[in-house]
Nanobody
Framework: VQLQAYGGGLVQAGGSLRLSCAAS????????MGWFRQAPGKEREFVTA????????YSADSVKGRFTISRDNAKNTVYLQMNSLKPEDTAVYYC???????????????????WGQGTQVTVSS
Protein backbone atom coordinates (compact mmCIF):
# COMPACT_ATOMS: atom_id res chain seq x y z
CA VAL A 1 0.00 0.00 0.00
CA GLN A 2 1.34 3.41 -0.95
CA LEU A 3 -0.08 6.48 0.75
CA GLN A 4 -0.08 10.10 -0.42
CA ALA A 5 -1.21 12.77 2.03
CA TYR A 6 -2.14 16.27 0.93
CA GLY A 7 -4.20 19.28 1.93
CA GLY A 8 -1.98 20.88 4.54
CA GLY A 9 -1.29 24.58 4.70
CA LEU A 10 -1.28 27.73 6.78
CA VAL A 11 -4.45 28.67 8.62
CA GLN A 12 -5.36 31.09 11.40
CA ALA A 13 -6.40 29.85 14.81
CA GLY A 14 -10.07 28.90 14.79
CA GLY A 15 -9.98 27.98 11.13
CA SER A 16 -10.43 24.67 9.35
CA LEU A 17 -8.50 22.39 7.05
CA ARG A 18 -9.28 19.10 5.38
CA LEU A 19 -6.51 16.61 4.82
CA SER A 20 -6.78 13.74 2.38
CA CYS A 21 -4.77 10.57 2.04
CA ALA A 22 -5.00 8.63 -1.20
CA ALA A 23 -3.97 4.98 -1.18
CA SER A 24 -2.88 2.77 -4.00
CA UNK A 25 -3.69 -0.91 -4.20
CA UNK A 26 -6.81 -3.02 -4.20
CA UNK A 27 -6.65 -3.93 -0.52
CA UNK A 28 -7.27 -0.45 0.96
CA UNK A 29 -10.65 -1.49 2.33
CA UNK A 30 -9.04 -4.18 4.48
CA UNK A 31 -6.84 -1.74 6.41
CA UNK A 32 -7.53 0.35 9.45
CA MET A 33 -6.39 3.90 8.69
CA GLY A 34 -5.06 6.61 10.95
CA TRP A 35 -3.57 10.06 11.22
CA PHE A 36 -0.55 10.91 13.32
CA ARG A 37 1.35 14.15 13.76
CA GLN A 38 4.79 15.27 14.72
CA ALA A 39 5.64 18.73 15.95
CA PRO A 40 9.23 20.04 15.90
CA GLY A 41 11.28 18.51 18.68
CA LYS A 42 8.50 16.16 19.72
CA GLU A 43 7.74 12.50 19.19
CA ARG A 44 5.14 11.44 16.65
CA GLU A 45 1.74 11.10 18.29
CA PHE A 46 -1.57 9.46 17.52
CA VAL A 47 -4.36 11.77 16.37
CA THR A 48 -7.25 9.65 15.15
CA ALA A 49 -8.07 6.34 13.48
CA UNK A 50 -10.89 4.55 11.70
CA UNK A 51 -11.56 0.86 11.30
CA UNK A 52 -11.36 -0.86 7.91
CA UNK A 53 -15.14 -0.69 7.40
CA UNK A 54 -15.62 2.77 8.88
CA UNK A 55 -17.75 1.47 11.73
CA UNK A 56 -15.62 2.85 14.54
CA UNK A 57 -13.34 5.82 15.09
CA TYR A 58 -10.90 6.66 17.86
CA SER A 59 -9.34 10.02 18.68
CA ALA A 60 -6.84 11.53 21.03
CA ASP A 61 -8.38 13.62 23.77
CA SER A 62 -6.65 16.72 22.42
CA VAL A 63 -8.64 16.62 19.18
CA LYS A 64 -11.98 15.14 20.25
CA GLY A 65 -14.86 17.31 19.16
CA ARG A 66 -12.67 19.22 16.68
CA PHE A 67 -11.23 16.62 14.29
CA THR A 68 -13.20 14.03 12.33
CA ILE A 69 -11.77 11.09 10.41
CA SER A 70 -13.72 9.45 7.59
CA ARG A 71 -13.02 7.19 4.65
CA ASP A 72 -14.34 6.39 1.22
CA ASN A 73 -13.32 2.87 0.29
CA ALA A 74 -14.61 3.31 -3.25
CA LYS A 75 -12.09 6.13 -3.72
CA ASN A 76 -9.29 4.56 -1.65
CA THR A 77 -9.15 7.75 0.37
CA VAL A 78 -9.21 8.70 4.04
CA TYR A 79 -9.95 12.22 5.21
CA LEU A 80 -9.22 14.33 8.26
CA GLN A 81 -11.52 17.29 8.80
CA MET A 82 -9.92 19.67 11.27
CA ASN A 83 -12.01 22.43 12.80
CA SER A 84 -11.35 24.99 15.51
CA LEU A 85 -7.64 24.69 14.89
CA LYS A 86 -5.21 25.82 17.56
CA PRO A 87 -1.54 26.83 17.32
CA GLU A 88 -0.66 23.65 19.19
CA ASP A 89 -2.06 21.63 16.27
CA THR A 90 0.90 22.80 14.19
CA ALA A 91 2.78 19.72 13.01
CA VAL A 92 3.52 17.48 10.08
CA TYR A 93 0.54 15.17 9.67
CA TYR A 94 1.04 11.60 8.49
CA CYS A 95 -1.52 9.09 7.34
CA UNK A 96 -0.91 5.44 8.09
CA UNK A 97 -2.35 2.03 7.26
CA UNK A 98 -2.18 -1.25 9.10
CA UNK A 99 -4.55 -4.16 9.61
CA UNK A 100 -3.96 -3.78 13.36
CA UNK A 101 -3.59 0.00 13.49
CA UNK A 102 -6.17 0.50 16.22
CA UNK A 103 -4.21 -1.83 18.50
CA UNK A 104 -0.85 -0.30 17.61
CA UNK A 105 -1.86 3.35 17.53
CA UNK A 106 -0.79 4.57 20.95
CA UNK A 107 2.02 2.36 22.28
CA UNK A 108 3.56 0.68 19.22
CA UNK A 109 2.87 3.12 16.39
CA UNK A 110 6.44 2.72 15.17
CA UNK A 111 5.53 -0.82 14.02
CA UNK A 112 2.71 0.33 11.73
CA UNK A 113 3.18 -1.10 8.26
CA UNK A 114 2.59 1.83 5.90
CA TRP A 115 3.11 5.59 6.16
CA GLY A 116 2.45 8.50 3.88
CA GLN A 117 5.04 11.21 3.33
CA GLY A 118 3.46 13.83 5.61
CA THR A 119 1.83 17.18 5.01
CA GLN A 120 2.59 20.34 6.97
CA VAL A 121 -0.17 22.05 8.94
CA THR A 122 0.66 25.43 10.45
CA VAL A 123 -1.80 27.28 12.66
CA SER A 124 -1.01 30.91 13.36
CA SER A 125 -2.23 32.70 16.47
Amino acid sequence: VQLQAYGGGLVQAGGSLRLSCAASGRTFSTYDMGWFRQAPGKEREFVTAITWNGDSTYSADSVKGRFTISRDNAKNTVYLQMNSLKPEDTAVYYCAADRRLITKATMTWHTIDYWGQGTQVTVSS
